[in-house]
């Protein structure tokens, strides 16, 4: 298990099992920053946790501690079938996208596409590289085969 800790973090919530914001412990000592190098969770796409790291969580409703689930999501769009015949993808594609943010422009890379009739257009990313692209909610990004 990693050592370290981290504070005021947000992690993902569970969507089938919503929880109230807890603070994210991860047991040990060390000061664990947002990212440091020494608290770095496979990068996977969501619910692939076979094998993920280990992870104690506490907040204001009690603790749970649990040995694997631990993950940096992969970045990912959500679209339905008629977005993807759009774009010309399918489900599991991976694609870059470019972002023109003002000054900061960039393209990332490894985004999986990810096709259902439950989905609307949006593109995940975590925070880091959010700020990397200095992307807000609502920043338009173009498709990159
Ligand atoms: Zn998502």
Redesign the pocket.
Known sequence: MVPGRLQNERPLRDRKNPQPEPVFHLPGEAPCPAHPAHCRPPVRE?GDIAGSGACKLVGPAGEVEVAEGVIAAKR?I?MTPADAAEFGVKDKDVVSVKVNTNGRALVFGDVVV?VSEKFSL?M?IDTDESNAACAVNGTMGELVK
């Open positions: 969501s990912h959500h990810r949006a995940h």
